[in-house]
């Protein structure tokens, strides 16, 4: 990457999460990894084959209203949406399977976009709750894809241009991720402030959402929001 531009993104992380983060200081961050942590212990205690298949506890009816309509941002936000009619419709027997199939093929060497697709349920489990799974039971591997992050993400490194970042394989956009987390981390050091490694891409994911509804940038976000998600 060009210096320069290398230097620019810097600066704009740096005048970003100032502006949107009032008080950036290590109470935020700790604060951030706390919230983390808490979700990361409630998936962990949820979707494992001894909780999921042998306890008896969790039927594919119980796993939709219970968990996905209520611990996934990506779906609980969908409620006034066609996405939880549609979520009523399809077997949680057949949506478990898939989140599981899922969550153990990341443990192998599958690529990110393999391992992203065992997760998809067609008009239920899209790229966005399937990534925001993945990031919360593995928040150091996985990012979070949203309409939000790709918006984001175009700002900081394709002059806007959202297309740019539609276009990218999984791979690829965490690829970019990494490397922003590399300039977030580069950023809390030089303010004397530690942002834990598995922090990186959750501390990136609050930032984006609070960009997106800072004043100075709520214009240009304007119509994302209104797109369902991907």
Known sequence: MDEKLHLDINAKMEQVALLVFPEFNQQLIDNMCRELNSIVELYHSILNENTIYCSGEWSGERFKQDFLMTAVWSIREGKQTELWPNLK????????????????????????????????????????????????????????????????????????????????????????????????????????????????????????????????????YAGQDQLSEI
């Open 89 to 220: 419709k399809v077997s949680g027997d057949l949506i478990i399977d898939c989140i599981m199939d899922m969550i153990e093929s990341a443990k192998t060497d599958m690529s990110s976009d393999e391992v992203v697709a065992k997760g998809l349920v067609p008009k239920v489990i899209g790229v966005a709750a399937a990534t925001e799974i993945l990031h919360k039971y593995y928040p150091k591997k996985y990012p979070l894809r949203k309409r939000k992050s790709e918006w984001a993400l175009a700002q900081f490194l394709y002059s806007g241009d959202v297309s740019k970042v539609s276009a990218l394989s999984y791979s690829e956009f965490i690829s970019q991720m990494e490397f922003l987390a590399y300039i977030s981390d580069n950023l809390c050091t030089s303010k004397g402030l530690k942002l834990p490694e598995n922090c990186r891409f959750f501390f990136i994911d609050k930032l984006f959402v609070k960009m997106a509804e800072h004043q100075e940038y709520c214009n240009s």
